[in-house]
C-alpha cells in the first residue's frame, strides 16, 4: 500500500509581512507537518498543490524549505495562482519542469504521480493547460499503465457551484476531459485553489479538492465575489492499494 501526504495553499508570508486575512499561515503549515512527520512518516511522498506562498512573498519560498526539510519526508511542490514559478525555482532549484513549466511525472512503484503546472500566462487567477502543456501530458497519459494515476494539479476542472470559485476554474478544460476521458485504469484527481473539502466525478474519474492549510472559503452559493470562512484548516491523507483509492480528510486545530 502507498500512502501519500496531501496539504494544499499554505499561502506563507515572509516574516514581518502582514498575515492574510488576519491569520498567521506559519502556525498552521507548521501543525501539518508535525502530525506528518508523527503520524504519516511511511508517506511516499508529500504533495503541496499550490498557493505556497501568498502572493509577492518570494522570502516565503524559503520559509517553506526550511520547515519541509525539517520533517525529513520527500516532497513535491505545484504551482498555485498565488505562486511565481522563477521564485519558486530559486528556492527549490531540484523541482522538476517541463518546457519552463512546473510539471513533472513520477513512478512510485504501485502508483504513478502526475503533477500539473495550470498556472495562467498572465498572471490571472483561473487556471489554463496551453498546448505545450496537454501535448506533455498526453504523453504521460499513453505511457501511463494499468496502476492507478493520480493527477494533482492547483485549479480544479469543473464546476463546484459556488460562482466565486467557478470563474477561477480550470477555464478551457476540454484538453484535460478528452485526455483523461481516454483513460479506462484508475486515475483520480486531485486539486487545490478551492479552499474546501468537495468530491465528485469529472471526465470519468474522481476528482477531490482540499481544505487550506490556511483559511478557507464559505460554501457560499449566491455571491459572485470570494468569502472567507472561520472553519478550521485541515489536510488529506491518500492510501493507494492495488487499484483501490481512499481519501482522509483530516481537521487540524484553528
Ligand atoms: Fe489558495
Same mark, same amino acid.
Given at each position: 500500500m502507498s500512502k501519500v501526504v496531501w496539504l494544499t495553499d499554505p499561502h506563507l508570508v515572509a516574516p514581518g509581512h502582514e498575515p492574510p486575512q488576519g491569520v498567521d499561515p506559519l502556525p498552521r503549515l507548521r501543525a501539518a507537518l508535525a502530525e506528518a512527520a508523527a503520524l504519516h512518516a511511511d508517506a511516499a511522498r508529500i504533495v503541496l498543490s499550490g498557493d %505556497?506562498?501568498? %502572493?509577492?512573498?518570494?522570502e516565503a519560498y524559503r520559509l517553506l524549505r526550511e520547515e519541509l526539510e525539517r520533517v525529513r519526508m520527500p516532497f513535491r511542490l505545484l504551482v498555485g495562482n498565488h505562486d511565481d514559478r522563477a521564485q519558486l525555482l530559486d528556492a527549490f532549484p531540484e523541482t522538476a519542469t517541463v518546457d519552463g513549466f512546473i510539471q513533472s511525472a513520477e513512478d512510485l512503484g504501485d502508483v504513478q504521480m502526475l503533477y500539473l503546472d495550470t498556472l495562467a500566462h498572465d498572471g490571472k487567477h483561473h487556471g489554463e493547460l496551453c498546448p505545450t502543456r496537454l501535448q506533455w501530458l498526453e504523453r504521460q497519459i499513453a505511457a501511463a499503465d494499468e496502476r492507478p494515476l493520480l493527477v494533482f494539479q492547483h485549479h480544479p476542472p469543473c464546476d463546484i457551484g459556488v460562482p466565486a470559485l467557478d470563474r477561477l476554474r480550470l477555464l478551457d478544460n476540454t484538453g484535460l476531459a478528452r485526455l483523461l476521458k481516454a483513460r479506462r485504469a484508475p486515475t483520480h484527481l486531485f486539486c487545490g485553489h478551492v479552499h474546501r473539502n468537495v468530491s465528485g466525478r469529472w471526465a470519468g474519474h474522481p476528482f477531490a479538492t482540499l481544505k487550506s492549510l490556511h483559511v478557507q472559503l464559505a460554501f457560499d452559493m449566491r455571491q459572485p465575489r470570494l468569502v472567507y470562512s472561520d472553519e478550521p484548516p485541515g489536510y488529506g491523507v491518500i492510501l493507494v492499494d492495488g487499484g483501490d483509492i481512499v481519501v482522509h480528510h483530516r481537521d487540524l486545530p484553528a
Open positions: %505556497l506562498v501568498q %502572493l509577492r512573498n518570494p
